[in-house]
């Protein structure tokens, strides 16, 4: 490592450190005023996640999606703050786990498991919950340009159980992992550009990942949706779907199906989807 990330490495342990030291209830206000800053301070990415939601939810007002957006800031604040803090941030959380069996179920089929999820609520408590209960999960990362954040997260994540790939890991290996039967997070709602396929997001056409539909089809995986949410008492929720591939098995019908049920969480949830991304730049 150079030493930009050498001192990046470090200054995040002693991040860490003394996050761990805060009750759950200091980070979370933390949390809030750190994404209160950024939002008035750091306006990255401010106007085009202001334009996704007024793309998503067309006929509500300014000051809705502004509220929305603030919510969104704070909940990317709080998944940062609970992975720098971890363990004690997980061990102090009151969970609530919806359907599990699905989960199980998939699993004993032996053939490994699909989860699919998106940048929705707390995804890394989602990770960190499988992890700790034992499950083999396997998340597909995008790896980091600063190589000393890179190994940082990748320690504390193996930290609680949760194995790594990057996304430009071979295929191969992939594979032999599901035929291991372990389980695969993969992340499918960013922008695909023009190798995605395009599917309906909110009444617009979407460039979606179709990776987590072709490994269902090439492994016969199972596929399960998964999300965290959090409830206004601090209860975080995570919740098993099975995807149930009624309009058939092409890559267009499985990746419209999850994407449809990602929608349905948006909408119950509208703070809780991570609206930085280009969602809507590649045009069908």
């Known amino acids: ?36 800053f950024v939002f008035n301070r750091i306006p990255v990415r401010k106007k085009q996640a202001i334009q996704n939601i007024k793309t998503a939810f067309p006929n509500k007002s300014d000051a809705w999606i502004k509220n929305v957006l603030k919510g969104s800031y704070r909940l990317v604040s709080t998944n940062f703050m609970t992975l720098l803090a971890f363990p004690n941030s997980f061990e102090s959380i009151n969970f609530r786990v919806e359907n599990q069996y699905i989960i199980d179920e998939a699993t004993k ?38 190589r000393g954040a890179d190994v940082f997260v990748k320690e504390l994540r193996e930290s609680y159980g949760m194995k790594h790939l990057y996304r430009k890991s071979s295929l191969d290996k992939m594979y032999e992992l599901l035929k291991e039967n372990n389980m695969l997070i993969l992340a499918s709602d960013q922008d695909a550009k023009k190798r995605g396929v395009f599917v309906n997001f909110f009444g617009q056409p979407s460039s979606t990942p179709k990776g987590s539909a072709i490994f269902h089809m090439k492994s016969g995986a199972p596929m399960v949706f998964s999300v965290a949410h959090k409830e206004k008492d601090g209860t975080v929720v995570i919740s098993f779907a099975k995807i149930e591939l009624n309009g058939g098995a092409s890559i267009e019908a499985i990746t419209q199906t999850y994407t449809t049920m990602l929608e349905e969480k948006v909408r119950e949830y509208p703070d809780h989807y991570f609206w930085f991304h280009r969602k809507w730049k590649t045009r069908a």
């Not at 995040?12 to 809030?32: D, E, G, K, Y």
Request: net charge positive.
């Open 1 to 36: 490592m150079t030493l930009k990330e050498q001192f990046t490495y470090r200054l995040l342990h002693v991040i860490s450190r003394r996050l761990r030291r805060l009750p759950n209830s200091a980070r979370f206000r933390f949390a809030h005023k750190l994404g209160a």
């Open 109 to 146: 089929q032996g053939k490994g498991v699909l989860i699919i999820s998106a940048h929705f609520g707390l995804w890394e408590i989602l990770g960190s919950w499988l992890g700790k209960n034992g499950y083999p999960v396997w998340g597909i990362i995008q790896r980091q340009g600063n």
